[in-house]
């Protein structure tokens, strides 16, 4: 979050906007607990937080499923939500699913093919889980000599910063005799097969997130272009949904406009969400959230901010996405 919207973040309790735009908010995760594969990644909201948002929600807006956005959403002033979960992490079929069906609210939930059933794991999940164990052994030596880090920077940020393949974490944990196993035993860290299928059956939508999370801007187009479009022919092949919905994994900043005129030309019908807020992009099939995670601002807050940063935007010029 950039200084602009964490100050309006600040002031939204105190700012009034009309709140009758259109309204993308995503998560990632809703727990009570200290996450420990998420906890040193970013902050998340609590049961309470959470359902606070979905009564916001069910109160003020008209939550409508994907199969009718391209009609619907871009109307605008309708008061239209679109409620979408990534990365498919078990806590959205644990918690968020219970809450969803107790306010009735129907979501889009963007899952990568390779983590179902926690047998390929992204990099990222894995650091948070080492920074978390080492953090209970700060004198351990021979770790530190291993990934040779100075003892002077903050271990978080090293470990985050320092490229570590999943196979060399794994290799660290047993050196700290860390049980990766039973840590997946207890809770697992996605969400598998069957507890997808219960999603779909009870009226959600699953979306492709690229099969094995990577950045974009690592790969070349066509690897891009695979990446996301075999994470939607997974889908539909194994659950025979009938849509082809994706949303971009860390951002849609890299996504140009040529990679995304060819996954029009895949499919026309396909909806691209983003992470870039309020902005026009390039196509009318792409659909920009903003993230609502944060558990110091109630959504409406959220809603108020990212508004007026819609308007400090346009007033900048900033308000179109740049792609190249
Ligand atoms: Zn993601």
Request: net charge positive.
């Amino acid at each position: 979050m950039g200084i602009v919207k964490k100050l309006l973040l600040k002031y939204s309790k105190v700012t009034t906007v009309k709140l009758n735009a259109n309204i993308t908010p995503y998560y990632h995760i809703v727990s009570n607990e200290n996450v420990s594969h998420i906890q040193h990644l970013y902050s998340y909201k609590n049961i309470n937080q959470f359902e606070e948002d979905l009564i916001y929600l069910q109160e003020h807006y008209q939550v409508i499923s994907p199969d009718k956005i391209v009609d619907e959403f871009h109307l605008k002033h309708q008061k239209k939500c679109i409620l979408s979960f990534d990365d498919g992490l078990v806590e959205n079929y644990t918690i968020i699913l219970p809450l969803l069906e107790k306010y009735k609210i129907k979501a889009v939930f963007f899952i990568n093919p390779s983590f179902i059933d926690n047998k390929v794991f992204l990099n990222k999940h894995l650091k948070s889980i080492l920074i978390e164990e080492l953090l209970k052994i700060p004198h351990n030596h021979i770790v530190w000599n291993k990934i040779k880090f100075s003892k002077s920077e903050n271990l978080k940020n090293q470990v985050l910063k320092y490229e570590l393949s999943n196979n060399q974490i794994f290799d660290l944990f047993d050196v700290i005799e860390f049980d990766f196993k039973e840590y997946l035993q207890e809770r697992p860290i996605y969400m598998n097969k069957n507890q997808i299928q219960e999603l779909i059956d009870k009226g959600h939508f699953i979306g492709g997130h690229t099969m094995t999370h990577p950045y974009l801007n690592n790969l070349n187009e066509d690897e891009q272009f695979a990446e996301i479009t075999d994470s939607i022919l997974w889908i539909k092949q194994y659950f025979k949904v009938d849509y082809n919905l994706f949303s971009f994994p860390y951002s849609d900043n890299y996504a140009s406009k040529n990679l995304i005129k060819r996954l029009e030309n895949w499919d026309k019908n396909m909806i691209i969400f983003g992470n870039s807020s309020y902005k026009k992009d390039v196509s009318k099939n792409i659909v920009q959230r903003f993230s609502a995670e944060k558990p110091i601002a109630p959504l409406k807050n959220i809603i108020s901010t990212e508004l007026i940063y819609m308007y400090y935007t346009k007033l900048v010029g900033k308000f179109k996405v740049k792609r190249k």
